[in-house]
C-alpha cells in the first residue's frame, strides 16, 4: 500500500532562513509519481513539482529545490531565503502507476516564516 | 486561463438532508477527481473521473456518497442523509489527462449540524 510521511507537524523560521520539508514515500510500484503541493491560508492547494521515479536528477526552481532519493523512498523540498509569503501547508504526494492517478498525500507541514 | 472552480463555498446543512457539490474543471481537462480534507489533514481520494465514467471510486466511505460527470465537464458529488461526520472541506482537482498533474479547485467547505 502507498503510504507518506511528514514527519514535521511545523516548522517556524526567520524571514531568510533555509528552510527543508521532509517527505517519505512507501510505495511497491517501480514507476510511482511524487508531487508538492502548497496550501496558503486561502485554502487552494497550488501544484509546486511532479517527478517520476525514474527521474533522480534534483531540481531547482527560483528559491526552491527538490531532492529525490530512491536509496531511502525520500523527495525533500528545500526553500533557500524564505519569505513569509512562504508561509503556508506544504504538502508530499504519491501516485503509483497501478492506481492510476489517485494521489495519497502526507499529513502536511505547516510551515510559518517570521519577519 | 480559468482555473477549477467549485460552488458553493460554502455549505451549512442540517443532518440527514441530502446535499450536491459543483465542480467546473479547466476547459479541456479530461480526468476529475475528488478529494476530501477534514481539518489539520491531508486531502484524501474519493473518486476519479476519465471522461464521462468514473473510473475509480474505491475512496466514496459509503453508499451515501455518488458522483457523476454526465457529459464529461461538470461533476457532481452527492451525499444523501448526511452525518456531522461528512463535515469537511470537499476539494475538486483536474487534469489535462490521468498522467498530469492535477490543479485543485478552492473546495466547498461542508458543515453539518
Known amino acids: 500500500a502507498q503510504k507518506v510521511t511528514q514527519a514535521q507537524t511545523e516548522i517556524s523560521v526567520v524571514e531568510k532562513e533555509d528552510v527543508t520539508l521532509d517527505c517519505v514515500y512507501e510505495t511497491r510500484d517501480t514507476t510511482y509519481y511524487l508531487f508538492w503541493y502548497k496550501q496558503p491560508p486561502s485554502g487552494e492547494l497550488v501544484f509546486l513539482i511532479r517527478?517520476?521515479?525514474?527521474?533522480?536528477q534534483n531540481e531547482i526552481s527560483g528559491r526552491y529545490s527538490w531532492n529525490f532519493q530512491k536509496s531511502t523512498s525520500s523527495f525533500n523540498f528545500t526553500i533557500t531565503a524564505s519569505q513569509v509569503v512562504d508561509s503556508a501547508v506544504y504538502f508530499c504526494?504519491?501516485?503509483?502507476?497501478?492506481?492510476?492517478?489517485?494521489?495519497?498525500f502526507g499529513e502536511g507541514t505547516q510551515l510559518t516564516v517570521n519577519p | 486561463g480559468a482555473g477549477v472552480s467549485q460552488t458553493p463555498s460554502n455549505k451549512v446543512t442540517e443532518k440527514g438532508k441530502y446535499v450536491e457539490l459543483r465542480c467546473d474543471p479547466i476547459?479541456?481537462?479530461?480526468?476529475l477527481y475528488w478529494y476530501r480534507q477534514s481539518l489539520g489533514q491531508g486531502p484524501e481520494f474519493l473518486i476519479y473521473f476519465q471522461g464521462t465514467g468514473a473510473a475509480d471510486d474505491s475512496g466514496l466511505p459509503n453508499d451515501r456518497f455518488f458522483a457523476v460527470r454526465p457529459e464529461g465537464s461538470v461533476s457532481t458529488l452527492k451525499i444523501q442523509r448526511t452525518e456531522r461526520g461528512d463535515s469537511a472541506v470537499y476539494l475538486c482537482?483536474?487534469?489535462?489527462?490521468?498522467?498530469?498533474?492535477?490543479?485543485f479547485g478552492p473546495g466547498t467547505r461542508l458543515t453539518v449540524t
Open positions: 476547459s479541456g481537462h479530461t480526468a
Open positions: 504526494a504519491l501516485s503509483e502507476e497501478t492506481s492510476g492517478s489517485r494521489l495519497t
Open positions: 517527478r517520476n521515479s525514474f527521474d533522480e
Open positions: 482537482a483536474s487534469s489535462l489527462t490521468w498522467r498530469d498533474e492535477q490543479y
